[in-house]
Every structure is written in C-alpha cells, then in structure tokens.
C-alpha cells in the first residue's frame, strides 16, 4: 500500500528499533576507533628514529603492530560496509516503480 510518505515497507525500515540499532553500531564503530586510536598514541608518544623509519613495522613493538593491523583492518572492514550500504540503496531505488506522467500533469506519450 502507498501511503503519504511512501510504501509500508519503508515504514519498517525506519522503525524506531531500527534507528536505534544503526546509532549502536554508529557508536561501537566509533569506540573502537577511539580505542585503536588511544593505543597507537603510544607509539607516538615513544617513538625512537634508531628502531627504524616513522610508521614502519620495524620500529613498533608486538602490541603496536597488533593495532596498526587492527586499525587497518577496520578500516577495510568500514569501507566494505559503506560499500554494501550504497549497493542496497542503489538496489532499493532500482526497485522502485516508475511512472510515466510528467510534473506537469500530462502523460508522456514517448514511452
């Protein structure tokens, strides 16, 4: 059925639970980017030119090379996400029904 704003299946898509469960995952993603952040600090903080270049695996330790992986692995795993949220919008307007009548009122003949 087609309502004023749209089909009712958009309306479960907006649901208040949905809305609630997008912010969740929103601040999960947005804790563990703090907490990867925090602890590559550490390497900031103390790092030593003789260990090697700045940024190169060579010059961290165990735990600073498990997050510099961690946080490129997020960041894999964010860009995937996005990835698969723009595929099912595109997917989503694909979908949708078309009509042929023109803003001004009329019907396009053409199609």
Avoid: C
């Amino acid at each position: 059925m087609i309502t004023q704003f749209g089909t009712d299946k958009m309306k479960k898509h907006l649901s208040i639970r949905n809305i609630l469960i997008a912010i969740g995952i929103i601040l999960l993603d947005i804790a563990v980017y703090i907490f990867l952040g925090l602890m590559l600090m550490e390497y900031e903080d103390f790092y030593d030119e003789s260990k090697g270049e700045y940024w190169s695996l060579e010059s961290m330790t165990l735990n600073e090379k498990f997050y510099y992986i961690g946080f490129e692995i997020w960041n894999l795993l964010n860009l995937i996400a996005i990835g698969y949220i723009i595929y099912r919008i595109i997917k989503g307007i694909r979908k949708r029904p078309t009509t042929n009548i023109l803003p001004s009122g009329g019907r396009n003949t053409s199609v």
